[in-house]
């Protein structure tokens, strides 16, 4: 009885100094992580290295941002105008809300701020320091901070085969508000132009998903919790990822009218993309609409608990499902494209 006793405070006293071992290594990877983006923060001040979101050349032209039709669509690459910017104040308006903290704005690649969303783009060629963060848009957990590859959006084929087929018909000498409103019947523009711009809109989205990350007060998912219990720090980040995704959807749906629908197709054409990749489908293009495909869909396991890109837009489309007009949704489709995936070694 007495040695039952024993084995049992033993076990007791093992679990809590386990415990204690977890709280204190969780503290000391904090301390380091919040070093390290102090550092990169820093370091790019410091030496000039944040730059704007890369954007398509043809949005860039004079024409396309200062007159015509485009007004109507915003700015979808710069965060520091049109619908982006219009959706970051709105995004703050909700995460100082829910944290119950008041945040004063936005700041794009500026010294760092205690009571703003700080968001920095690099340039992964330039700035080998924040390479960890090549083709991602990431949370960092310190300090309100958001890290972006400037080329997040160029990862996507899709805006470089929209632009190929764009470029010799816009170069030439037709005013924008002509090619938008009388486009003649040509394909290149009627589906090609709006295609661009909801491309661009996808970054609206990823920045508001880790504003929710933010929001929530979500903190990263440690490799000693993965390893200990990966089936709870799976469920853990699953809950995450669908609490950020209801954040941006909340804020698309305060934003500028049009706003959630391009957003909804940009995800929507990259989800197609990112399935032709994985079943290997011939230039990377679907033969058939996504409510139509029918095959398993080959992915991955994924390591650690961040989801591939293809999960993060599955997810974030089956979130926004129920608000996007009846026309563009064809009952359930992500869900059942959920359920084709099967994960590989």
């Not at 037709?174 to 009388?182: F, G, K, M, V």
Request: charged share 25%.
């Amino acid at each position: 009885m007495i040695c039952k006793m024993m084995k049992k405070r033993l076990a007791f006293w093992i679990h809590i100094l386990a415990l204690i071992i977890l709280v204190l290594i969780a503290k000391l990877s904090k301390l380091k992580n919040d070093n390290n983006i102090q550092s990169i923060v820093k370091y790019g001040n410091t030496h000039n290295k944040w730059v704007l979101p890369k954007v398509s050349e043809i949005l860039k032209q004079s024409r396309f941002e200062e007159t015509g039709p485009i007004d109507n669509y915003g700015w979808p690459g710069n965060p520091k105008k049109g619908f982006c910017a219009d959706a970051l104040k709105i995004a703050v308006r909700h995460a100082s809300e829910l944290r119950g903290i008041k945040l004063s704005g936005v700041n794009i690649n500026g010294e760092m701020s205690i009571d703003q969303i700080n968001i920095y783009f690099f340039d992964p060629d330039q700035f080998s320091e924040a390479r960890n963060f090549e083709g991602n848009c990431t949370y960092t957990a310190f300090s309100n901070t958001i890290i972006c590859d400037q080329s997040f959006l160029y990862q996507f084929q899709d805006i470089d085969f929209i632009e190929k087929h764009l470029k010799d018909y816009l170069l030439k000498e037709e005013e924008l508000e002509d090619l938008l409103t009388n486009p003649r019947g040509d394909l290149r523009i009627t589906i090609g132009m709006p295609s661009l711009i909801s491309a661009h809109h996808v970054l609206i989205w990823a920045l508001l998903h880790e504003i929710g990350h933010f929001a929530y007060d979500h903190k990263p998912i440690s490799k000693f919790e993965s390893l200990l219990a990966p089936e709870t720090a799976n469920q853990k980040s699953r809950e995450m990822e669908k609490e950020a995704d209801e954040f941006a959807l909340t804020v698309l749906k305060e934003s500028s009218k049009g706003t959630l629908t391009s957003v909804y197709i940009g995800l929507q054409n990259i989800l197609a993309e990112q399935i032709a990749l994985a079943v290997g489908a011939p230039g990377s293009k679907l033969p058939v609409q996504l409510y139509e495909f029918k095959d398993d869909i080959p992915l991955k396991q994924p390591i650690g608990t961040h989801p591939p890109l293809l999960i993060r837009c599955l997810n974030a489309l089956i979130v926004f499902e129920p608000e996007i007009p009846n026309y563009l949704v064809k009952g359930s489709v992500y869900k059942k494209l959920k359920e084709q995936i099967k994960y590989i070694k």
